[in-house]
C-alpha cells in the first residue's frame, strides 16, 4: 500500500510532508479534499486521528498523525537520509529546531492571526503577548541564521522544511515587510529557501501579505453583490479560507442593551493621569466619587503567583478572565502593580485598572 496523505487543500502542514517527500524521493499520494465538519468527523476519519485534524498519513502499519511525526515518518523511508542530521547532535537539533518551529513560531503566528479571522475571541493584549512572543523568538532565529545558512549543519534538513513551511505561511498572512524587516537574516532564509525547487514545486509562488488582516469586530459586513476577484481563488488565498470556514456567527451581548453609564471613563483616566501628589486623597477620592455601580461592576483581583513579574502575563490572564466572564471584547487596562481593582463596563463600552494600595 502506498502513502497516502489526506489532508485540506493548501494546508501548510501537510506542505511539510510533501516538500520532505520531495527531497526524499518518497512517493506519497495526495488526497487534498477533506472538508472540515464532514469528511474529518466520520468514525472512519477519526480512526486515523481520534480529533479530526489533518494532516494524516495513512502507512501499510496504519495512520500516523501530527505534521512533523508524519514528516519524520517519510524521511525516514530513505536510509541516510541528510534531511535528519548526519551526526548524533545534528539528530538532536533538527529535533530542537522543529520543535522551536511548531511551539515558539507557528503557534505565535497563530495566536495572531486566527483571532483577526474570527477564529478565536479578539484581544488586543492577548494579541499583543502573541507578537512579543513572536519577536523574541524571531530575534533567537535571527542571530542562528546571521551565522547560519540552515538550521542545522551546511544543508537542508527536516528543520529547514518545518520552519519554511511555518513561517511562509506567517509571511503570507500577517507578518508585513514592515514587520520582519526587524529580522533581515529570517527573511533571507525564507526567501532563499522557497526559491528551492522541491519548496517551488510544492507551495508555489510566495507573495508577502501587505497589510495585517483586520479584525472581525472592525471589519465591514460583506457585500454580497461583490464579485469576487479571481485572485482570490489563488491556492494561497484558499489556505487563509480554509481558517476562516471555522468561525461561528457571534452572539449578540445582551449587556449591549443596557443604558450608557453616567460615569466617564475619560474623566477619571485625566484625573488619574494628571494627579502626580497626594494620588490616593484626589485620585483614589476621585474615582469613588465618579464611580457609578448601576453601570459597571468592580472586581478586586489578588495576584498570588509570584507578584506577576512580566505584566503582560497579568494582561492576558486577566483580560481573558473578564471576556469569559462578560463575553466583552473591549480593551482591559491593568496597571503594572500586582494587585488592582478592575473596572469593567457592563455596557461593554471600555474598562480601567485602578491600582489599589
Ligand atoms: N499539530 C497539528 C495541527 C493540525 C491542525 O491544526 N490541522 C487543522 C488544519 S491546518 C485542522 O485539521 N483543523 C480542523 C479542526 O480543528 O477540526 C499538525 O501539525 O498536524
Same mark, same amino acid.
Given at each position: 500500500m502506498a502513502l497516502v496523505l489526506h489532508t485540506s487543500p493548501a494546508n501548510k502542514n501537510a506542505y511539510k510532508v510533501l516538500v520532505a517527500a520531495e527531497y526524499s524521493g518518497v512517493k506519497v499520494d495526495l488526497v487534498d479534499n477533506v472538508q472540515f465538519g464532514v469528511t474529518n468527523v466520520t468514525a472512519e476519519f477519526l480512526k486515523m486521528n481520534p480529533i479530526g485534524k489533518v494532516p494524516v498519513l495513512q502507512t501499510?502499519?496504519?495512520?500516523?498523525?501530527?505534521?512533523n511525526a508524519i514528516a519524520r515518518y517519510?524521511?525516514?523511508?530513505?536510509?541516510?537520509?541528510? +534531511?535528519?542530521? /548526519?551526526?548524533?547532535?545534528?539528530? &538532536?537539533?533538527?529535533?530542537?529546531?522543529?520543535?522551536?518551529?511548531? $511551539?515558539?513560531?507557528?503557534?505565535?503566528?497563530?495566536?495572531?492571526?486566527?483571532?483577526? +479571522?474570527?477564529? /478565536?475571541?479578539?484581544?488586543?493584549? &492577548?494579541?499583543?503577548?502573541?507578537?512579543?512572543?513572536?519577536?523574541? $523568538?524571531?530575534?533567537?532565529l535571527n542571530k542562528h541564521l546571521s551565522t547560519n545558512t540552515y538550521l542545522v549543519g551546511h544543508s537542508v534538513t527536516l528543520a529547514d522544511i518545518v520552519m519554511v513551511c511555518n513561517l511562509y505561511y506567517g509571511f503570507k498572512t500577517v507578518m508585513t515587510k514592515n514587520f520582519t524587516s526587524q529580522f533581515p537574516h529570517v527573511e533571507r532564509y525564507l526567501w532563499t529557501l522557497v526559491n528551492q525547487p522541491n519548496f517551488k514545486k510544492v507551495i508555489g509562488e510566495v507573495k508577502q501579505v501587505e497589510s495585517v488582516p483586520p479584525s472581525q469586530s472592525k471589519k465591514s459586513a460583506p457585500n454580497p453583490k461583490a464579485k469576487k476577484s479571481p485572485e482570490k481563488e489563488t491556492p494561497k488565498a484558499k489556505e487563509v479560507a480554509v481558517v476562516e470556514e471555522a468561525p461561528k456567527p457571534k452572539a449578540k451581548n445582551p449587556l449591549d442593551l443596557l443604558p450608557p453609564s453616567k460615569m466617564i471613563l475619560d474623566d477619571w483616566k485625566r484625573l488619574y493621569s494628571n494627579t502626580k501628589t497626594n494620588f490616593h486623597d484626589i485620585a483614589i477620592k476621585g474615582f469613588w466619587d465618579m464611580y457609578d455601580p448601576e453601570g459597571y461592576s468592580l472586581w478586586f483581583c489578588?495576584?498570588?503567583?509570584?507578584?506577576?513579574?512580566?505584566?503582560?502575563?497579568?494582561?492576558?490572564?486577566?483580560?481573558?478572565?473578564?471576556?469569559a466572564a462578560y463575553g466583552l471584547s473591549s480593551q482591559v487596562r491593568f496597571c503594572k502593580d500586582a494587585d488592582h481593582w478592575i473596572l469593567t463596563s457592563l455596557q461593554g463600552e471600555g474598562s480601567l485598572a485602578v491600582p489599589w494600595s
Open positions: 501499510p502499519d496504519g495512520p500516523i498523525f501530527e505534521s517519510v524521511t525516514l523511508q530513505k536510509s541516510d537520509n541528510p +534531511l535528519n542530521g /548526519s551526526s548524533l547532535i545534528d539528530q &538532536a537539533r533538527v529535533a530542537q529546531w522543529m520543535d522551536f518551529s511548531m $511551539s515558539e513560531i507557528d503557534r505565535c503566528i497563530g495566536l495572531w492571526l486566527y483571532p483577526r +479571522l474570527g477564529f /478565536s475571541p479578539y484581544l488586543p493584549p &492577548a494579541e499583543e503577548f502573541a507578537i512579543t512572543s513572536l519577536k523574541r $523568538s524571531l530575534e533567537a489578588h495576584d498570588q503567583v509570584q507578584r506577576r513579574k512580566h505584566s503582560f502575563l497579568c494582561h492576558h490572564e486577566q483580560s481573558g478572565w473578564i471576556f
